[in-house]
C-alpha cells in the first residue's frame, strides 16, 4: 500500500516591514496588522490553507522576539507550531528550519513555502495552484515556484521567466523556469510582458523534503547540513536550541541565491489569483478605493482641494489635508509620518535617523 | 484739586481662533494658547501691563462660554473681571462694554483697548507708547489709535496712513491719522512702504469714557446708547444681565466702520515696538527659528530632504516629514492637519466642513 504523503506549509514572517513604519514596528510589523482586510495580514495567511492543509500541519518562522505577538495574531495555529528565530540569517536558512519542521513529522512530507504579508484575491484559485503544485512536487523531482501572471509592468517585482511547459494536466499550468530577474525598470518591465513569458515572482515555493535536501546537497551544502541537524533537534522538540546553537555560524544567504539561481528542475506554477506583496504605503492605492480627486483615505480623513493622496488615519484619531499633493499621510499611535509619495522608500532612512537619535526607541 | 484720572484696560479676548485649527478649537481658542511664548497669549497681554495698569483695573470681554477657560489662562485678573458676551455682536459692542465696565468705575477713566492673542518684543518702548497714549487721551478730545512702524511691505495687515504731527512732547511721536486702509497687495504694500507714512492697523486704541461717548454719539447713536444703559447694569455688578437684554438687539459692526472711518479727532502713536498679530500657523516663521532647509520644527520633529515646512508637534508625538516641501503640518489631540502653506486660509473651510459632517464636533 503506497504511503499516505502529508501535506505542510510553513510562513516566512521575518519581515520587520520598515516600509510601513510608523503603523508597523519591530515589535509590531507589518505581517501583524491588518493593514489591508479586517484581521492581521498572517491570519489571513493561514486562513486562506483551510480545507488544503490543517493548521497542526502550518508552522510559522519569525523572530525569536514576535513568537507571543505572532501566537496572539494568528489563534488557530498550534502555539508550539510558531518558531522563532534568534537572529535573521535570510531565506535560506529560514527555509532550511522550516523544512526540518516538517521533516521530524515526515521525512517524505510536501510543503510549500509562503509569506505572512502578502495580500490574495481569487482564494479558490490559489488553493487550486497550491494543490496542484503539491500535487506535482509529489510526483516529480522538482523545485516548484510560484509565477504571477503580471497584470500590469511592474517595476516592484522581481520576474521569473517561463520555458516550456511541464506536464500537461488540466488545471493550473505548469512550465520550466528558465531565469530569475531584479526588478526591472519600466521599459524593460514593458518588454517582459509583451513577450508573454514572464511571470512575477511571488516568493512561493513547493517542494518535498528530500528534493529540497537533494538540492542543497547540489548548491548550498552548508544549508543542507543547517536542515539535517535542525531536523534532528526538531524530532527531540528542541528547534529553539537548535537555532541558538547552529545560526550564529552561518553566513546571511537567500534562498534565490542559494538554490532558485542555480538548480535546473525549477517548475514554475502559473499563478493566475490576484496577488501583491503589499510592499510600501503607495500599494494601498491597490486595495482601497480612491475619491474622485485620486485620494486614497483610509480610517478618518477628510480632504479640501487635494489630490492623489494616501492618508491612512486609523483609531479614531482624524487627518485633516489641505491643498495638497501627492502624499502619503501616515497616523500612528504617537507618531505623524509626512511622505512625498515618491520617496516612500525613504522611510528606511527617516528610521536609521530615528533610531541613531536615540530617542523614539519605544516607536520604531 | 485736580482729580486723579484712572487708568484701565480692556482686552478683547473674542476670536475664535479657526485659523490656528486644529490646535485652536472653539474651547480652546487661540488667546488661551501658548502658541508662542511659555503662558497663554491673554496671560502675556495682561503681564505686558505690569508696573503701568494693576491687574484690578484690566477687563477681559471674551464669549460666555469662555469665561472660565479664560479665568484659568490668566489667574493674575479678579475673576470678576473676566466678562462673557453671549453672543458675538462684534467689535464696536465689545468696545461700547468694555466702556460700561470702566465708566462705572469712573466716568472720566482713561482705558486702552486690547488685543488678546497678539505677540511682542520690546515690551518697555510698548507700555512708553501706552502710557504716553493715555497722557494724551486724558489731556486731549482725541482718540488714539496704535500704529506700528512697519518693518516689512506686509499683506497680511491693515495699515493707517498718517498725517501731521500732533503735539510736540518727548517720547512718543503722534501723528494726526488721515486714514484707514485695508490689507493691500503686495505692489500697494510696497508703495505704501515708500512714502513713510503708512503704519499697520494694531487694532489698538486709547481713548476716555467721556470722548469714546461723544464720538459714539456723533457715529454711531446704538452704541451711545448701548454704552450708557451698559453702564447702569455694571454699577449694579449685573453687566451679564446688560449684555442678555441688549446684545440681541444689536447688529453686527466693527470698531473700524462704527467710528475710525468716521471720527476726525484720530491721533495715531508711532508703535516701534515688535508686533504680529499673528494671524495663522505661517506667522510661526517669524516666531521660531528655521533649519539649514528652512524648516521651522516645534516640538518633536524630524525631517528627511524637507524643505520650507512648518511642523508643530507638541506633548511628545513625534512628526517625521520626508521630501516634502511648503506645508504646514500640525498634530493635535486627536487631530492631524497638512495643508499646503499657501492654502493656510482654506483652513477655515476645512472646519467648516466637519462641522457640517456633524462627526467631529469635540475636535471643533
Sequence with gaps: MEKMIERYAVIMAGGKGERFWPVSTSKHPKQLLALVGDTPLIAQ?????????????????????????????????????VVGEPIGRDTAAAVACGAALVAARDPDGVFAILTADQVMGDIDVFKDTLSDGMDLAEANEVLVTIGIQPTFPSTGFGYIESGDAFGGSEGTQFKRAVRFVEKPDAEMAQSYLDTGRF???SGMFIWSVPTLGKAFAAHCPEMKKLMDELTVFA?????FQGLEEMYPTLGKISIDYALMEKADNIVMACGTFAWDDVGSWSAMESHFPQDEAGNTLIGSCEQVDSKNNIVYSKDGHLTAVIGAENLVVVQADGVTLVCQKD???????????????GSYQNLL
Tied chains: 1, 2.
Design 45 to 81: 495567511a493561514v486562513d486562506r490553507l483551510v480545507g488544503l492543509i490543517p493548521p497542526e500541519n502550518v508552522f510559522v518562522v519569525t523572530n525569536a522576539c514576535l513568537i507571543e505577538a505572532t501566537q496572539a495574531a494568528a489563534p488557530m495555529l498550534p502555539p508550539e507550531n
Design 343 to 357: 520617496k516612500a522608500q525613504d522611510i528606511k532612512k527617516m528610521v536609521s535617523k530615528l533610531l541613531s537619535s
Design 199 to 201: 511571470f512575477w515572482n
Design 235 to 239: 524530532e527531540r522538540g528542541e528547534i
